[in-house]
């Protein structure tokens, strides 16, 4: 039975992949941050759920993850590693912390970077293990090569996700172990039901409130009405188990928009989501 590792199972993305490897026969190892979390999904998954406990920036916690993964695998790889643990920090830079930013930072990024150092000796970067080199999938968005204002934490986090993910695949060519990204538009997710809670009252004295309430209202549109996890799930099977998987993968709930986006010229992007927001000003900077 082949084996995969899943950061952060408990909801979302996560929990669809998780249920959907399952069916399809693979062991599951899934991260989840609370015990209650872990004892839920060993009840809902079965015997082939294995539940790690650890924070994803808990390097110690991950690399006794690993090693208890490693004893399970008894001299064999991995089949895979889903990076797929992240959240999203919302606001304009100017109203943020510093801390708030390197949080986002930490989880999304160095998060991901403790976990694959610490399992890519068993996708086969270790060579006394036997079998087929693993993969990892790294979870990205669309965000991760669209800058979205406002949003300005999660965009730069998804943005060096990819950067993180381009390198290694050529790092780990020398170990056969495929480096694929996934980058999904908007999904019904709890990291967009969230939007909801956003705190508006601290945002009161900001010039940004306006356009942060309708970004908000459009994060809570966004929650309902995006792809469901589990069309998310398929893209990671099919990543993990493909002959020739593609290098990055786009799913978004509207494609053509998406598409059309990414061949604007910058400076109309830029009018259309500043009219969009209510971000455009008649000052111009120039001499």
């Known amino acids: ?166 390198s290694l695949r050529r790092e780990f060519m020398l170990f056969g172990i495929e480096v694929l990204v996934i980058a999904p538009g908007a999904v019904r997710t709890p990291i967009w039901d969230k939007a909801e809670a956003i705190d508006m009252v601290r945002f009161d004295a900001s010039p940004f409130l306006p356009a942060l309430t309708k970004l908000r209202e459009m994060l809570m549109k966004l929650a309902k009405n995006g792809l469901p996890p589990e069309r998310i799930a398929e893209l990671v099977y099919r990543a993990l188990t493909a002959s020739r998987p593609k290098l990055r993968v786009v799913a978004s709930p509207q494609p053509v928009q998406t598409f059309v986006a990414g061949w604007l010229p910058k400076r109309w992007l830029d009018r259309m989501i500043g009219r969009q927001l209510g971000l455009a000003s008649r000052k111009r900077a120039g001499f």
């Open 1 to 166: 039975m082949r084996s995969i590792v899943i950061t952060g199972v408990s909801t979302g993305i996560g929990h669809a992949t998780a249920k959907v490897l399952l069916a399809r026969g693979f062991r599951v190892f899934g991260s989840v941050r609370r015990q209650v979390d872990a004892e839920r999904l060993q009840a809902e998954f079965g015997a082939n759920f294995v539940p790690l406990l650890f924070d994803v920036t808990d390097e110690a916690a991950v690399l006794a993850a690993a090693a208890q993964v490693r004893a399970a695998l008894n001299g064999e790889t991995l089949a895979g590693l889903v990076n797929n643990a992240g959240v999203a920090v919302p606001g304009a830079l100017l109203d943020l912390s510093v801390d708030e930013f390197r949080a986002q930072i930490e989880i999304n990024v160095m998060g991901p970077v403790i976990v694959t150092q610490a399992f890519a000796p068993l996708l086969g970067a270790d060579p006394a293990l036997t079998g087929a080199p693993g993969r990892i999938v790294m979870m990205s968005s669309v965000s991760g090569q669209f800058g979205n204002p406002l949003l300005s934490p999660y965009s730069t986090s998804k943005f060096a996700l990819e950067g993180l993910a381009e």
